[in-house]
């Protein structure tokens, strides 16, 4: 039977999908002829194959496949599943044979019956059989039919309890997600505050290299400098400059330092060495960034072949930068390493500035070699113009004063790089520059973006500070003009020379009226021009080609500490904004973590309830903690009166007496909810209700509110009623409020379904119960019939002193039973495994402990092949099978003991005989047909086997096929397993023996469920 109170008992138990269907399909299989089953569940308008299983398998799951349905179902009736919203009342949807006109059909009888919930149909049960003689009889398809009837029923349970699972999940990983977010954004704000502070120093050591670079005036110092100083910045195991020879068209690098040591001074001839790195970079006046030099060599130079390292080992990483000045390349700078990809932008950057410093270093080597010959060529001089030894001694002066200009100009620039204040930078250049030139007006314009000025602060003129001021850089001002055309500007007449540049007549922004006049763009480290800077005297003629060349130089260095200053201030600025951002935002995430926190625990709260009551009460005491809910309450729709039913509603801390809305009226607001499937939300209840409702009717209890929201209560689709929350303020509840209550109405939805569902299955599960009662009653009995039957223990200990049986059945009753008898000097041992176990296995152990008694206690046949034989026709004519489809037989093992010369005879019918003699273990296979069931040979012969005993103790075992079938982490025990076992225990006492075979089938099933009867006997001959 398949719907006994046991099966039935254990389909209401699951608690989940899978494993109802697993256990579904198992029980079908045992208990119908089907050889196969799939189980087809509808998705949306799609069907698919959920599961399928075979006969003695594993069932196989499913849902990750794409296809909608497979194998046979796809191949024959495309249409079937499609139709069956037509014929959803009926109890058979497809019962089909196969034919000639469908010979590639591989099954040979298939039944396809439907899962229905509330006349519709939610899945199908197709049951596949191979044999050609068995069918689906009608009485089978009325059983399968009510047994999926309870199936149904629980399908909808366990499809609830796992959608409610996985939301709880989802809720709870996407609360970590939001947790895990904030602690990243945190982790990053301080990793961002280490990164600039670890800039600042860096400009500042970076800022202290080029200063001492650019005192040194000799290119082997600089390198040697650079490389002493460079590595506490990045890696730079190979350093070198290569400086551009004009007159020999090459890059001549005079210095390489390897790990700490000079090498061989070389070069790269522009035109024969332009597979060099260094030549690209100097041709193309691009930057070289290389981090695998096996494969990045050939993103600059595609056409050619990796060449070999001018000196020392192969790098794995390097950076190239031309080095610029006043537009001019003076050469190249580089830093290499062993490693591989060991350079960033940042080291890019750090590089960039060094090159620039490198350059100015280099000008001021070259003006001093300049000056260094003029020297010679004074001395010269000297020694032959005695009469021009005054105006020599004027030109040293100068040269002297020239030196010493540039080592004061090395020292502001050091000083003003070293800050990062713009008034401070300023202050220093003004507070220097007088001691340069005449500079008796100084100022310097930074150009403002989004206003398109340049602005001038903390401008000087006579030492007295000028107040800020700016001009639009499309002005015709000689400060716009210099910064459109990014050109220098020298006039030693103003009145004269001013129109030159620009039309009008030369008027200053602030101050007094200036004779001589420098303006020179100040430019970052990629060209760009960010500002002007300025100097002025009241005299005439004031600037010399020198002064212009100071300028230059310390333009460059006000450009570099400016560029610094607005990077740090930016910086902060923007570490500044983005604190008070993470932290609103992490305060934000704080609440909302919170509120979802508790509206988590409400809703486990109320699905864990079963009574409507109390699942409004428990909302109640907690939503007015996430929004105020003066007013709360919960309409349940009752189809049979028409009205939805308002139970347990709140107001004010007050439980409000019972109301109703009837469904069609439509002065109401849950009545618009309903109809619409739309949230009622208002927050002016004066104004606002007219977007839903032509006219205000007073409230059925409690007072009218200011602000209200209404949600539908759904279910898959189904409204099964409303949810309120109100309020006596105005504006009391935003989106934020509203997402919240979607939330909770779909814990509320699912939790009065939960309690509808179970009020439900406790009156089935009541009638269920009286009838399981009365069936477990029958079984009981029978029970204590089919134990009559079996040998007493004392016989069989009488006969086999040396002997156990593990007889455990898979239900009350059992379809395997052992026969065990004594006639003359023999006796008779079997373990027989009838068709099926439970009541149908009960009734044929009956008819075969009977038989067996006939053919050997009165017909007196001793033979084991002769017993099997005999009992296979009894079976064949009792049954009537030559004239009908019955196939149930018996799977018989049985032994002949012969006291006489102590031998053993043995036939088989689809069980084996497993013996062990001195240590050595047999197995006697048997013959591969059963006792009764079809027959398609003329005459049924079984097997005679003997073994010859003698002396030597023989242990022998018979049993069924329950114990090598038994599942034990997804696998059978199989018959190899059984052999080994027996080998081990054999030499133990026989109860030993029965206790080790009983504890190893317990732990290799460990929770898997008992699939069929057990029997297992041991004698020792």
Known sequence: MLHTPAIIQQIIGQNQTKDLIGFALQTLLNHTIADKIYFVRAGGNAWRIAAEQHKGMAIYFRYSDKDNNDGIILQHEKSLLAQTATIAKSKLLWNWKKTTKNPELQAENIVGLPLLRANSVVGVVFLENYSKTDTFAPEIIEEITQFLSYVSLALYHTDTQDELRAYITETTTTLLDFQQEAEIKDAALAQKKDEVLQAYEDLKLLSQIGQEIATHLTVEKIIETAYENINKLMDATIFDIGLYNKSQNRLDFLGTIENGKKSAIHYFHLEHDKNRLAVWCFNNREKVVVGNIEKDYYHYLPNDKLPPPSTGKRCKSLIYLPILLEGNALGVITVQTYTENAYSKYHINILRNLAVYVGIALENADAYRSISINNFEIAQQKQVIEQNNAELAQQKEQIEQAYTNVRKLGEIGKAITSSLSIFTIIEMVYGNINQLMD?????????????????????????????????????????????????????????????????????????????????????????????????????????????????????????????????????????????????????????????????????????????????????????????????????????????????????????????????????????????????????????????????????????????????????????????????????????????????LSLYIAIALENSEAYTQIDQQKQEIEKTNNKITSSINYAQRIQQSILPEPKTVAALLPDSFVFFKPKDIVSGDFYWIEEKDDKIFVAAIDCTGHGIPGAFMSLIGNEMLNEIVMLQDIFSPDLILKTLHEKIRKSLRQAENDNRDGMDIAICVLHRQDRSISYAGAMNPLLYIQNGEVQLIKADKNSAGGIQREPERFFTKHTIQAHDTPTYCYIFSDGYQDQFGGGRKYGLPRMKELFATLHQLPMPEQQENIINEWENWRGTENQIDDILVIGFKW
């Open 439 to 743: 500079a008796s007006v100084f100022c310097i314009g930074l150009y403002d973006e989004s206003k398109q000025r340049l602005v001038f602060q903390g401008g000087k003129e006579e030492g007295k500070t000028l107040k800020e001021f700016s001009i639009k850089v499309a002005e015709e001002r000689l400060a716009g003009w210099c910064f459109r055309h990014n050109k220098e500007i020298v006039i030693n007449n103003a009145q004269q020379e001013y129109n030159q540049y620009v039309v009008g007549t030369f008027q200053p922004m602030a101050g007094i009226n200036s004779e001589s006049i420098i303006y020179l763009p100040l430019n970052d480290k990629v060209g760009k021009t960010i500002g002007v800077i300025t100097v002025q005297s009241f005299r005439q003629n004031a600037y010399h080609d020198y002064h212009v060349n100071m300028l230059r130089n310390l333009a460059i260095y006000t450009a570099i500490a400016l560029e610094n200053a607005l990077l740090y201030q930016n910086l902060e600025e923007k570490v500044l904004e983005r604190t008070k951002e993470v932290v609103l935002q992490k305060e934000q995430i704080e609440t909302s973590y919170q509120n979802i926190k508790l509206l988590s625990e409400i809703g486990f709260s109320v699905t864990s309830s079963l009574s409507t009551e109390r699942i409004i009460e428990t909302v109640y005491e907690n939503v007015n903690k996430i929004m105020d809910a003066a007013a709360f309450a919960v309409g349940v729709i009752n189809e049979k009166t028409g009205k939805i039913e308002f139970k347990g509603g709140m107001e004010k801390g007050e439980k409000l007496p019972v109301f109703y809305h009837p469904i069609d009226d439509d002065l109401r607001f849950s009545v618009w909810t309903i109809r619409n499937r739309q949230a009622v939300f208002i927050n002016d209840y004066a104004n606002d209700y007219k977007k839903y409702i032509p006219q205000l009717k007073p409230p059925e209890q409690g007072e009218d509110p200011e602000s209200l929201i209404y949600l539908p209560l759904m279910v898959k689709e189904k409204i099964i009623g409303v949810l309120t929350v109100q309020s006596f303020a105005s504006n009391a509840y935003t989106e934020y409020d509203l997402d919240l209550l979607r939330n």
